[in-house]
């Protein structure tokens, strides 16, 4: 198989093959590639437990909604009763936000903070220093094992670390959304960097 660079594709949308059964595709063109298992593929989509959740997120796109508003129709649309929230202690405030609007809405929410559980960085390797043994660190492990035993359906992550939200996806049950991603920087906007890269951000590019 030829490597797939999508972001590289040099074809406008229409006249991918991705948008257009008659498209243009490049070398390793997952589209094309792939071909062979769409069939599969369509299938696995066709899952009972998956079927109404992919036609559901499916449909909201395009709207023009909110990230929490398209957040909410999804979990109206699949009847949820219960929601988990793992955020970080940096977001604190915006999670009592969430957490309030989702309930205002008919939702439980259990709620698990990424500093749970008390861990230090000494727990994983001694210092002499010992401000740096006392150093917090988060525990997405934990997060993710609380709302499994909480039996959370859906999990909405608030602004985990860079990392610390992979390890969370990885051990969560439930599938994972998430509402926002944390950079201190930009006001958690991730691609404020992004749209100023030929100018503010230059510096990135060297």
């Known amino acids: ?92 405030k915006e999670a009592a936000i969430v957490n309030s609007f989702f309930e205002r809405k008919g939702f439980e929410v259990v709620s698990v903070i990424c500093r749970c559980g008390n861990i230090k960085k000494g727990d994983f390797v001694e210092s002499d220093d010992p401000k740096e043994n006392k150093k917090g660190f988060c525990n997405p492990m934990l997060q993710a094992r609380v709302l499994n035993e909480a039996k959370a359906e859906w999990n909405i992550v608030l602004g985990l670390c860079v990392g610390h939200d992979s390890i969370f996806m990885k051990y969560s049950k439930a599938m994972c959304t998430v509402l926002a991603a944390k950079d201190r920087v930009s006001g958690h906007n991730p691609l404020a960097p992004v749209y100023t890269m030929d100018s503010y951000y230059s510096f990135l590019k060297k």
Do not use: W
Not at 20 to 43: R, Y
Not at 75 to 80: I, N, P, T
């Open 1 to 92: 198989m030829s490597t797939p660079i999508c972001a590289k594709c040099p074809f406008d949308l229409k006249d991918r093959k991705c948008f257009n059964s008659n498209g243009k595709s490049p070398a390793g063109c997952p589209t094309k590639e792939f071909s062979d298992v769409k069939d599969e593929i369509l299938d696995a989509y066709k899952d009972e437990e998956l079927k109404d959740f992919y036609l559901f997120c499916s449909d909201l796109s395009g709207d023009m909604k909110s990230r929490i508003e398209e957040t909410l129709m999804l979990a109206s649309s699949m009847k949820y009763k219960r929601l988990g929230l793992a955020f970080c202690a940096g977001l604190r």
